[in-house]
């Protein structure tokens, strides 16, 4: 998580803000967005504070690519990673039934898009 004590001394705060007004602005469409720069741009440092601020509000799923790199499968490591946080979180008993109702608007907005 963020740290009160880590310095943003590549003042990303504004930029953080942007991207959090635009999540919670969201009209219901899926929304998908990409933090893309050079090694030791503060990309991580970025994604923390996001983490941070929406972590009350939104359910967060950090999946890290580098340390699942032993699947051969890409997607079983994503969907454990799903499965593992969504059961730390004590999440209802019919959290399933609403994963798949997301799951069918998502490959419709999908599908649409294509």
Not at 32 to 43: M, V
Request: glycine share 4%; net charge negative; with cysteine.
């Amino acid at each position: 998580m963020f740290n009160d004590n880590e310095e943003d001394l590549m003042d990303r705060q504004e930029f953080v803000d942007i991207i959090c007004d635009i999540l919670k602005t969201n009209d219901g469409n899926f929304n998908a967005f990409a933090i893309d720069g050079r090694w030791g741009a503060g990309k991580t440092f970025v994604l923390k504070m996001l983490e941070d601020k929406l972590k009350e509000d939104y359910l967060i799923i950090t999946f890290n690519a580098w340390e699942s790199d032993f699947y051969e499968e890409p997607l079983i490591a994503i969907l454990t990673c799903i499965l593992e946080i969504l059961n730390k979180k004590n999440m209802p008993k019919n959290w399933f039934e609403k994963l798949g109702e997301t799951n069918t608007y998502l490959c419709k907005s999908i599908n649409e898009e294509v």
